[in-house]
C-alpha cells in the first residue's frame, strides 16, 4: 500500500515514514490512483493546497478520507 505525508508532522516525516513501512506500507511523494491515504495536517486540508487537490482529481479522498492525524503533527 502506498501512503504520501503532507505537511510537517511534529515528530517529523521520517518517524512517521518509519511507523508505515514497520506495518508494511510504501511511502511516495506522487499522488496517484494507488495511492490508500494522505497524512495531512488540519491546515494543509483547510488551505485545499495543490496537493490536496490533485488527490480529488486521482479521487484518493473518496477512496479513504484525508487522515487528520493530529498526535503526528
Request: positive net charge.
Amino acid at each position: 500500500m502506498e501512503f504520501v505525508i503532507l505537511g510537517q508532522p511534529s515528530r517529523g516525516k521520517d518517524v512517521l515514514k518509519k511507523q508505515i513501512q514497520a506495518l508494511g506500507g510504501k511511502v511516495v511523494t506522487k499522488i496517484q490512483k494507488s495511492t490508500m491515504a494522505i497524512f495531512a495536517n488540519k491546515e494543509m486540508v483547510e488551505k485545499m493546497g495543490t496537493r490536496i487537490q490533485e488527490a480529488e482529481a486521482e479521487n484518493v479522498c473518496k477512496k479513504i478520507v484525508v487522515l487528520l492525524i493530529k498526535s503526528l503533527f
